[in-house]
């Protein structure tokens, strides 16, 4: 390698190291974390609540083709599988900006590009969860990520699908695997004399394998949600499971019973969303298989087939 | 429901299942759309299920808890597997195979032609070919019970399948079998099968037994009736120096540098020229060995001294008569044959086989059999012995059968000789790659010639790579047992037409399970080779017999003590007497001693002092 590059590399290690060094232990952070946060309890793998008949387990994903912007064409699939039956639902669809110039007026195509996909992505996921409870109603549905990707992304359709939980009684919760919040990290930064980062950080190795952090209500960060922190297998990384504040009472009994779906030796979140997660995934030779039968040669040659296809084999 | 999946090609495609189960080498038919219904064979399958993912780096083991709470809300983990088989394709191509195309199990009448080729009285009912359980269920009655199989733990079995039928008479044109296998794969047992169904259709044979296995008078246990067979009419057994043996007035000088060279390792260029010189037609055993006995004698004396003593005179007529000899001896081979150390050699040579009396007696025995259609099992006292024999019978049955061929065509009047089949176990002693061998050159012609006059091989190897290619090249059927060393698989590999993926089951095959490979049926088919009728005598267990034999031995003592009973210790004699008589054994005072002693330590016996001394008395219980 370069020389260079290794004494870069060297020395944002040796930063790095002083800053871990300093970490307080793990006991003063535990310590820290009940006194301003809330309760660690730890649980018992291996329950379920009476309440919980059948889940729903709902996953999206989306890949693209093209060469850039606006030749592009972006796939979109989300599922809802429904535990009883293994019931599937699909949903699918299709986004080329080409066809759409008008809502590309002056600002940067990429930029909007991309809003437009991830509010189309939630959107989708929404919907298959809404379809989901119409046609089987669960009594538990799970998400793979945070609800404030859903308000932020597909406001009208998250707040429809909330009244719709309210009113068949069903439960929703969010799994997140990669916390990504720092508020809680803010909070105790100058108590511990120590710079956190973020949420993670916080809690990496923190809490012990089946420990539960129930979030004091003061200390919930995110509006009408309610969340709570666990270490759902023997792995240090932390997880997240956003819950709508109405489902609060319920919140500690469907974290136990994700742990139980949760096997002992994975990074930590249930098998089934794993499962879920690989079957909606659009994989790239399946959208170059849909592009060469779908679409006419000079079609794709002309317009969306990226150059760097066409590199020799470097 | 079947269907076609992923990318195919003409030769090789993969089916998947969600219901049912692929089992390995069964047929399939696909129904195409474009080639109609194709014929495939099941190379390899696979089953996952998507719930239950392989552990690996990125997701760990799942433990049952996890699919426990997923069943309690309803998912039901079954239902999500997948099976899947990769399937060569048996009819010939020439675009693939079409995706998407629905595939089904054949009813017996679409695959008859491809797994039955003769009915079962006109082949050999080797097995059952694998894969074949459903589709045999509609199978002609002919076709069922003929193939009981057999497994170690379970005793003998069902046929479940269609029987693999062995065209023997196809081997006029595609001649000769190899069997190969390691120790333990059924290898022996393939071979008694087959040895088994050429005595039912009375093809003459002989068999060198090297382990003294092939005696086909013990039937297997638990057979059922219809599938016994008395085999004790249709072979013999014979030992090379106890029934049968080398008629010596009928050698050729070649034979005897063969028989010679094999009985001490080598022989040296000038032995061999000696042999040549020495040897005359007509000689016997007698002759032959008193030629050289005097020619070394005469040689240690030297010319001149022979000459010298002649010349001096003073000896008795028949010491005159003797060095005369002598010197006629000198005069005729003193040249080719000057040293004496070279006729010790030989002598010492011919004396080694002499002493196993190979000479004593000759081959009619095994003539009369073959000319009655027997098989010949033919045993020797060593392997050396064995193959010595062998090299001088098969030339000599070879020829026979030559010369009256080919008098059919010449018109002269030959004695009438049947083909016949050679089998052994061990072949790559009789015909070994890189080492001379006594009955290589004849096997090797056999394997080349013998299909034109009907002698047809069976051979049968641990080690492949150790055979004769020449012979190995020329075996048009093979069967191939579990085989473990690479270099044996490479050669199996270069010499039939297994596929990859069949090559990479051979190490794992169970023990009776075979690939046979043969221009017979053009094609490679896994096959479980049927029970025998019939087992090798020491087919038990040696530590099976040491307790059934031994400890009854032990036992029938006891019970014969016990009816002595009372008896004193002092007065023994008569009852050891009586125990030895009946029991055709020679006892001695101690071990009965001993056994009294057993039987009083095992409560069975007491001791008690009485005037007349020690008495033992029987304890009833």
């Not at chain 2, 095992?602 to 001394?613: C, F, H, M, V």
Request: aromatic share 10%; glycine share 6%.
């Amino acid at each position: 390698m370069e020389d260079g590059l290794k004494e870069i590399l060297k020395g944002i290690n040796s930063i790095l190291r002083e800053k871990r060094d300093a970490k307080p232990s793990k006991m003063v952070m535990r310590q820290a974390i009940e006194d301003k946060l809330g309760n660690i309890v730890r649980v018992n793998p291996g329950s379920k609540a009476d309440w919980i008949k059948s889940i729903l387990v709902v996953d999206g994903s989306f890949n693209s083709y093209g060469s850039s912007f606006p030749y592009i064409i972006n796939f979109f699939r989300s599922l809802a599988l429904f535990s009883s039956g293994n019931e599937r639902i699909f949903l699918n669809d299709i986004y080329m900006p080409l066809l759409d110039m008008e809502s590309f007026q002056d600002e940067d195509g990429e930029d909007v590009m991309k809003d437009i996909r991830d509010r189309r992505m939630a959107e989708m996921e929404v919907e298959a969860a809404i379809e989901g409870i119409k046609r089987f109603g669960a009594s538990l549905v799970v998400f793979d990520g945070g609800f404030l990707r859903y308000e932020d992304k597909a406001k009208d359709v998250f707040e429809d699908y909330r009244e719709l939980c309210r009113e068949a009684g069903a439960v929703s919760v969010g799994v997140i695997e990669e916390i990504g919040t720092f508020d809680m990290a803010r909070k105790l930064r100058d108590g511990l004399g120590y710079p956190v980062e973020d949420d993670r950080e916080l809690l990496f190795g923190v809490l012990e394998p089946y420990e539960i952090l129930e979030v004091r209500d003061e200390m919930q960060f995110k509006r009408g949600l309610y969340t709570v922190f666990a270490r759902p297998s023997m792995h240090p990384n932390p997880v997240a499971y956003d819950f709508f504040e109405e489902d609060k009472g319920r919140a500690l009994e469907i974290v136990r019973f994700l742990i139980s779906l949760t096997p002992a030796e994975s990074r930590g979140i249930p098998l089934i969303l794993d499962i879920v997660d690989s079957e909606a995934k659009i994989r790239s030779d399946e959208v170059e298989a849909l592009v060469d039968s779908f679409l006419d040669k000079d079609i794709k040659e002309g317009l969306f087939r990226p150059q760097r296809d066409r590199r020799f084999g470097l | 429901m079947m269907q076609v999946v992923g990318s195919t090609t003409e030769q090789f495609i993969y089916v998947a299942s969600k219901d049912r189960r692929f089992n390995i080498n069964e047929i399939l038919v696909i129904e195409d759309r474009v080639h109609g219904d194709i014929k495939g064979e099941v190379v390899e399958t696979t089953s996952f299920n998507r719930y239950i993912p392989m552990a690996g780096e990125k997701n760990g083991f799942v433990d049952r808890n996890t699919l426990e709470f997923m069943r309690q809300v309803g998912f039901s983990i079954e239902d999500e597997s997948t099976h899947i088989a990769r399937v060569r394709i048996l009819d010939m191509l020439t675009s693939p195979v079409e995706v998407g195309s629905s595939v089904r199990l054949p009813a017996f009448d679409e695959v008859r032609e491809l797994l039955v080729k003769r009915g079962p009285h006109q082949g050999l009912n080797i097995g059952v070919i694998l894969g074949t359980e459903e589709v045999s269920k509609g199978m002609p009655d002919e076709l069922c019970d003929i193939a009981y199989l057999f497994e170690k733990s379970r005793g003998i079995l069902p046929q479940n399948g269609v029987p693999f039928i062995f065209d023997y008479q196809a081997m006029s044109e595609y001649p000769h079998i190899g069997i190969f296998g390691g120790s333990g794969s059924g290898k022996s047992f393939g071979l008694r099968v087959i040895l088994e169904e050429l005595m039912k259709k009375r093809v003459p044979a002989i068999v060198f037994d090297p382990h003294f296995e092939m005696e086909f008078n013990n039937p297997m246990d638990g057979i059922p009736d219809n599938f016994k067979e008395d085999f004790s009419r249709y072979y013999e057994v014979f030992t090379a120096g106890r029934d049968i043996g080398i008629d010596f007035t009928e050698l050729t000088q070649e034979d005897l540098v063969n028989i010679l060279r094999a009985s001490g390792g080598s022989i040296s260029e000038s032995m061999e020229n000696a042999i040549r010189t020495l040897y005359k037609r007509k000689d016997t055993f007698t002759t032959f060995r008193d030629r050289l006995i005097d020619l070394s004698d005469a040689l240690d004396l030297g010319k001149d001294r022979i000459l010298r003593m002649m010349r001096d005179g003073g000896m008795a007529p028949e010491e005159v008569a003797r060095f005369a000899g002598y010197q006629a001896l000198i005069d005729a081979y003193g040249n080719a044959v000057p040293y004496s150390g070279t006729v010790k050699a030989i002598l010492w040579r011919l004396n080694n086989v002499a002493r196993e009396n190979l000479f004593q007696y000759n081959i009619g025995p095994i003539l009369k059999a073959i000319k009655s259609r027997k098989t010949c099992v033919i045993r020797g006292s060593s392997l050396w012995v064995l193959t010595v024999f062998s090299s001088y019978l098969i030339k000599n049955l070879y020829s026979r059968r030559r010369r009256y061929r080919d008098s059919e065509f010449s018109g002269e009047a030959v004695e009438k000789f049947p083909p016949f089949v050679v089998a052994t176990d061990e072949a790559h002693n009789f015909a070994p790659r890189s080492t001379p061998s006594p009955s290589k050159d004849v096997i090797r012609e056999i394997a080349q010639e013998g299909r034109k006059y009907g002698v047809f091989l069976i051979l049968a190897t641990q080690r492949p790579a150790l055979l004769d290619d020449t012979v190995t090249a020329q075996l048009n059927t093979k069967i191939i047992f579990r085989t473990v060393r690479s270099v044996d698989i490479a050669t199996i590999k270069e010499e039939t037409d297994i596929n990859p993926d069949e090559a990479a089951r051979l190490p794992y095959l169970a023990s009776g399970t075979a690939f046979i490979s043969s221009a017979i049926t053009g094609r490679t088919t896994a096959v479980r080779v049927r029970a025998s009728k019939t087992v090798s005598p020491h087919a038990i267990n040696p530590f099976e017999e040491l307790e059934r034999d031994y400890t009854t031995e032990d036992d029938r003592l006891k019970q014969l003590i016990l009816r002595e009973m009372p008896l004193y210790m002092g007065n023994l004699r008569s009852v050891l007497e009586r125990v030895n008589e009946e029991l055709g054994m020679t006892y001695t005072r101690d071990e009965i001693v001993e056994t009294i002693h057993d039987l009083v330590a095992s409560g069975q016996a007491r001791i008690e002092k009485t005037p007349l001394g020690e008495m033992i008395s029987e304890v009833k219980v």
